[in-house]
């Protein structure tokens, strides 16, 4: 079975709409899917390293929050696509 790669600006339009924040299971399960949890925490943790998202451990998982910098990101790749 083919997996289907979600672009950046996805994960990023879902770390903007949810204040709560979001992990990788509920990325999984609730938004796509289409796409393994170990593929979303794969996604996040690299918005996290380039400094678009914030995290917080939770139990055995990481709660991502989007930042300043991932809000500029988003809307720079929108325009870009546009």
């Not at 600006?9 to 992990?23: A, F, I, M, N, V």
């Not at 996604?43 to 400094?51: D, E, F, V």
């Not at 998202?53 to 720079?76: H, M, P, S, V």
Request: aromatic share 10%; with cysteine; net charge positive.
């Amino acid at each position: 079975m083919k997996t289907i790669i979600h672009p950046k600006t996805d994960y990023l339009e879902l770390l903007l709409e949810s204040p709560d924040g979001l992990t990788a299971n509920e990325i999984s399960e609730i938004y796509f899917d289409d796409v393994e949890p170990s593929t979303a925490r794969k996604a996040l943790t690299r918005l996290y390293k380039q400094g678009c998202a914030r995290r917080q451990k939770e139990g055995r998982e990481y709660r991502y929050w989007i930042t300043t910098k991932g809000i500029l990101r988003y809307d720079y790749l929108l325009k870009r696509v546009e």
